[in-house]
């Protein structure tokens, strides 16, 4: 079993980053064998549409199971529970820290993102306020009724 926690720093004793795809580092601990595997984020952090993809795609690629982060976005959090990977959202604290908690069972997995994602994301937050917004704006019209 492995688990991701996004990082300000390259170790264990760092600060969990509240942003999963542009996070600085990547800390992934393999449970099976006590190790951490420390990956730098900054080729994905850098790009400026899909950094959270991208990284969600290296945590794919690793075989993680559990992520612990403090934020992800739509499409990244569309992309790593479609392969079966539980998200745990709002983490703070050391990477170390998060991990013990994890392992307690503080935390629960996420049912939904918690960033809007990239202002272009149709499928975040901001559009779905935008779309209710419209909504009821238009509800609000008599029937007939024009400006």
Known sequence: MKIAVSSCGPTPDCTIDERLGRAYWLL???LDEDSWLVLDNSENRA???GAGQRTAEVLIQLQVTHVLTGGVGPKAFRLLTGHGIRIYLGVSGSAAGALLAWQRGDFRPATEP????????LMGKARRN???TVSAKIEALPFGEQR
């Open 130 to 132: 935008l779309s209710e």
């Open 47 to 49: 790009v400026l549409q």
């Open 114 to 121: 918690n960033q809007s994602g990239s202002p272009y994301c």
């Open 28 to 30: 992934v601990y393999n």
